[in-house]
């Protein structure tokens, strides 16, 4: 089991940056693929981001403004988010996987004011 926690959401004007982050514990952090999604209401979870060996990973939508991150140290994985618009308002979900395990956290809110 991996155990998934994140924050850094909020409110912020478009044009603006937040940075998320995602503690993971229970098992070894490195050795998984941290990935970063989003979802409205009423839209499926959509990919944004992901991180592993192979290197970083982005939806088009974000590549430019936004960057992935981690601190294996630290069992922590950072979505940084700039240049934000209202269009990435969502609730960002933080997921580790290993092949057939999936482990969700339990989302943070980002809204964005135009």
């Known amino acids: 089991q991996v155990r998934l926690v994140e924050s850094g959401g909020g409110l912020v004007q478009a044009g603006g940056s937040l940075r998320l982050s995602c503690v993971a514990s229970?098992?070894?952090?490195?050795?998984?693929?941290m990935a970063w999604y989003r979802q409205v209401p009423g839209k499926e979870r959509e990919f944004v981001a992901a991180?592993?060996?192979?290197?970083?990973s982005y939806t088009d939508s974000v590549k430019g403004r936004f960057t992935i991150s981690r601190d294996n140290a630290k069992n922590t994985v950072y979505l940084q988010m700039n240049s934000l618009k209202p269009e990435d308002t969502a609730v960002y979900y933080c997921?580790?996987?290993?092949?057939?395990?999936?482990?969700w956290g339990q989302g943070t809110q980002v809204t964005v004011s135009s």
């Open positions: 991180t592993d060996w192979n290197g970083a």
């Open positions: 997921a580790a996987v290993r092949n057939r395990d999936k482990y």
């Open positions: 229970g098992r070894t952090f490195s050795g998984y693929r």
